[in-house]
């Protein structure tokens, strides 16, 4: 009798997952998506089943992005825009958190920005004690701060938690030497470093956001999380999508 394919075993003990506000709409469109929210939420129930620590931090786009906003200009100041952006991505946390628990995962939905009728306010403690007992943490509103994107709030979520890893989940396959919208030829990088993506102007993550990373040698994985059942290769350490790392440990590889 053939015995049973094993579990992956989990290659971080703590994880960040980036999500954008794109994931939890259909490509092309905007708002919610509950097919794309359903799905995302099997893949993530897949992942607690490995018995790793999960945060997640949510974007907006798919609602508002507040940087986009702001540029048109008009009665809205730029800090308002930004506000908006925020709260955005509690939409969004709500709506995962939901999806999540119908699927029996125990969630806790914290914001940066205080709101207690619908969730915790982030304290950095209290986001640990939740991981420790295997609750995935959604981590909404950003920083709590206008003009800060939501892929530095993930680096310095990453930072404070102690996280292992950022995972990147976007609709592309990894990071690219070219737009592989415009170039179809364009290369994937498998690794690069931190100091390579700044000095080529890489769109990974926006500056900031890997300059925390490379401080404290937070590795990121970008990946394409539409392929099911990326996000679990992600986190056992299969080689998918593009790492990047601290040039030291891309000459040890």
């Given at each position: ?7 992956p075993r989990p290659a971080y003990r703590r994880v960040l997952l980036k999500l954008s506000g794109e994931s939890f709409c259909r490509s092309g469109e905007s708002g919610l998506s509950m097919f794309e929210i ?216």
């Open positions: 009798m053939t015995e049973p394919a094993s579990a359903a799905s995302l939420s099997e893949q993530i129930r897949k992942v607690t089943e490995l018995g790793v620590e999960l945060a997640i931090v949510v974007g907006g786009g798919n609602i508002l992005r507040g940087r986009e906003f702001a540029a048109l200009g008009g009665a809205i100041k730029p800090p308002t825009a930004h506000y908006m952006g925020m709260l955005a991505t509690v939409i969004n946390g709500l709506a995962l958190q939901d999806a999540l628990e119908n699927v029996g995962v125990a969630t806790r939905l914290q914001t940066a920005i205080r709101m207690e009728g619908v969730a915790e306010p982030f304290i950095r403690r209290r986001c640990i004690r939740h991981l420790e007992k295997r609750r995935v943490v959604i981590l909404a509103a950003g920083t709590g701060s206008p003009f800060v994107t939501t892929d530095t709030a993930a680096a310095l979520r990453s930072r404070e938690i102690e996280a292992d890893v950022l995972l990147k989940a976007t609709r592309v396959d990894g990071v690219f030497a070219e737009d592989p919208e415009k170039n179809p030829h364009a290369v994937l990088y498998s690794e690069i470093s931190f100091q390579d993506v700044l000095s080529q102007g890489l769109q990974v993550m926006d500056a900031q956001a890997i300059v925390h990373c490379m401080e404290q040698s937070i590795p990121i994985v970008v990946f394409n999380y539409k392929r099911v059942g990326n996000i679990e290769r992600a986190i056992s350490g299969e080689r998918i999508g593009t790492r990047v790392v601290p040039a030291a440990a891309l000459r040890k590889a």
